[in-house]
C-alpha cells in the first residue's frame, strides 16, 4: 500500500499542469514551471500580447527560449519502464497464483478422493460377518471367544440358548488378528487372568505352570474393577502431567527465543567491538605509515645534503687534480714550491 501512494504521488509530480497526462518533451520556463513542449508551445500561440506563464503568469519571452529539462526527462522515462515492468511483474504474480491456486484444488480434491477411499477401505474391512450364515453371510454383532466364530444377530440367538454355551465370553466383533491378540503366546488359551505383580494379562495357565505362579493373580473382571476405582485419579496425574509438560514446553521455547535475543546482541556488541579495533587499527596504521613516511623523508634528505657536499668535495678535488697536472710541467723552481704547497694546504674532510 505504501508502494502504490508514493507511485500515486510521484506521477502526480510528473504530471503536466495543462494536459493533465504524464510529461511529453518536459521544457522549463524561466520562472522554473515545466510543461510539455507542444502544450506549451499551443499555450502561447493561444496568449495575446507578451507568453506568459501559465501558472504563475510570469513573462515567459519568445518561444525559442524553451529550455528541455532533460533530468525530468529522465525520471519520466523510468518511471514509465518502471510502471510497465510493474505491470508484467504483476500479471506474471497473477498467472503464478492462478497456476498455484488450481494446482492446490487438484491436489485437495485427489487428497479427499483418497481420504475418501481409505475411509471407504476402512469401513468395508470393519465389517465382520457371521462365521454360520451360508448363503449369505450377515454381519456380525458379538464374537464368541471361546467358539472363536463371529456371530449375527439370529445365530447369537441359537448359541445363547445352550446351557453349555451360556458361559462363553462374548465381545464385539473383531477378526482373527484381533482373536489370536486376546491368547496366550504360549499355551494358546484365552487371557483370563491378571498378575498384578508383572502386570500383563496372563492364561489360567500361566498362572499355574510359568512364572507367574507365585505371584498374586486377579481376575480380568477383578483387575477391571480395580482399574475403574483409580481410572479418575490416574486420569487426573496424567492431565497434571500433560500440564506439567505444557508448562515446561514453553518454558523452554522462552529459553529458546531468549537465548536468540541474547545472542543477537552479543553479534551486535561484537560487530561494534570488531568495528572499534578496526578503526583502531587503522589509525595506528596511518600513524605508523606517516612516521615511516617522516623517517623516510629524513634519510632521503640527510642523504641528499650528504651528496651535495660529496659533489662539492668532488669537484674541489678535480681541481686539483687539474692543478697539479698543469704544475707537472712546471721547471720554475720558486713557482712550483709556491702552487704545490697552496694545493697541499687545502683542507679535505674525511670521506
Known amino acids: 500500500m505504501a508502494e502504490a501512494g508514493a507511485a500515486a504521488r510521484l506521477k502526480d509530480e510528473l504530471t503536466c499542469p495543462i494536459c493533465l497526462d504524464i510529461y511529453r518533451n518536459p521544457v522549463s520556463l524561466g520562472c522554473g514551471h515545466s510543461f510539455c513542449e507542444e502544450c506549451i508551445q499551443k499555450d ?185 476405582r483409580v481410572f479418575p485419579e490416574t486420569l487426573k496425574e496424567v492431565k497434571n502431567y500433560e500440564t506439567v509438560l505444557d508448562r515446561s514446553i514453553a518454558n523452554l521455547l522462552g529459553q529458546a527465543e531468549e537465548v536468540k535475543v541474547k545472542e543477537g546482541l552479543q553479534w551486535q556488541r561484537l560487530e561494534s567491538l570488531f568495528k572499534e579495533i578496526s578503526l583502531q587499527l587503522e589509525k595506528k596504521k596511518r600513524e605508523i605509515v606517516k612516521a615511516l613516511s617522516d623517517y623516510e623523508n629524513q634519510q632521503i634528505s640527510r642523504i641528499h645534503m650528504e651528496l651535495k657536499n660529496h659533489r662539492e668535495q668532488k669537484r674541489s678535488a678535480s681541481r686539483d687534480v687539474q692543478e697539479l697536472e698543469a704544475l707537472r710541467n712546471q721547471t720554475d723552481i720558486l713557482l712550483f714550491t709556491r702552487a704545490f704547497t697552496a694545493i697541499q694546504a687545502r683542507e679535505r674532510k674525511p670521506v
Open 44 to 228: 502561447q500561440k493561444c496568449q495575446q500580447g507578451p507568453s506568459k506563464c501559465p501558472l504563475c503568469l510570469s513573462p515567459t519571452g519568445p518561444t525559442g527560449e524553451l529550455k528541455p529539462n532533460f533530468h525530468l526527462r529522465n525520471i519520466v522515462q523510468n518511471f514509465l519502464d518502471a510502471s510497465v515492468h510493474q505491470g508484467e511483474e504483476k500479471q506474471k504474480v497473477q498467472c503464478k497464483e492462478k497456476e498455484e491456486s488450481s494446482d492446490q484444488q487438484e491436489e485437495e480434491k485427489q487428497e479427499v478422493q483418497c481420504k475418501e477411499k481409505e475411509e471407504s477401505s476402512d469401513q468395508q474391512e470393519e465389517v465382520i460377518l457371521c462365521d454360520f450364515c451360508l448363503q449369505e453371510p450377515h454381519p456380525a454383532v458379538k464374537t464368541c471367544l471361546s467358539c472363536e466364530a463371529s456371530l449375527c444377530q439370529a445365530h447369537l440367538s441359537k448359541h445363547s440358548t445352550k446351557n453349555t454355551q451360556k458361559n462363553h465370553v462374548l465381545v464385539e466383533p473383531c477378526g482373527a488378528q484381533v482373536l489370536a491378540e486376546r491368547k496366550c503366546p504360549q499355551h494358546g488359551k484365552l487371557l483370563e487372568c491378571y498378575c498384578e505383580m508383572d502386570k500383563v494379562c496372563i492364561c489360567i495357565l500361566c498362572s499355574v505352570l510359568s512364572s507367574h505362579r507365585e505371584h498374586k493373580i486377579l481376575s480380568l473382571e477383578e483387575a477391571f474393577a480395580q482399574a475403574q
